[in-house]
């Protein structure tokens, strides 16, 4: 099983920067690949950015070369740098995790944290 919590979401002007966090606590032997997906009112949830359980990453083209993600070495945190904030970027922003090795009964599936908002003024 795996639980999620996202912290760092508040208010910026455009050209600001926020770090988002995703604290994980994870079941021994459960291993997951880890996203960060958002949501703006009336729009449907993106992925915006994801590293594998092998360290690949990959990011959504609007945020590529503005937002950075990462994990501590034990994979008990991820983050979310977010440089050059426009205010498009604004939204509900959720942490995702999903199984990518582990028996599913005892590590579930997937997960979704809380979300943290994140709102960009102009």
């Known amino acids: 099983a795996v639980q999620l919590a996202e912290s760092g979401g508040g208010s910026v002007r455009a050209g600001g920067s926020l770090r988002l966090s995703c604290a994980i606590a994870?079941?021994?032997?459960?291993?997951?690949?880890m996203s960060w997906y958002r949501q703006a009112p009336g729009k449907e949830r993106e992925l915006v950015s994801g590293?594998?359980?092998?360290?690949?990453?990959r990011y959504a083209d609007p945020v590529k070369g503005r937002f950075t993600i990462s994990q501590n070495n034990a994979k008990t945190l991820m983050y979310l740098q977010m440089n050059s904030l426009k205010p498009e970027d604004t939204a509900m922003y959720y942490c995702?995790?999903?199984?990518?090795?582990?028996?599913?009964?005892?590590?579930?599936?997937?997960?979704w944290g809380q979300g943290t908002l994140v709102t960009v003024s102009s």
């Open positions: 995702k995790a999903t199984l990518a090795s582990g028996i599913r009964g005892f590590c579930g599936s997937d997960a």
């Open positions: 994870k079941t021994t032997h459960c291993h997951y690949d």
């Open positions: 590293i594998d359980m092998d360290g690949t990453t």
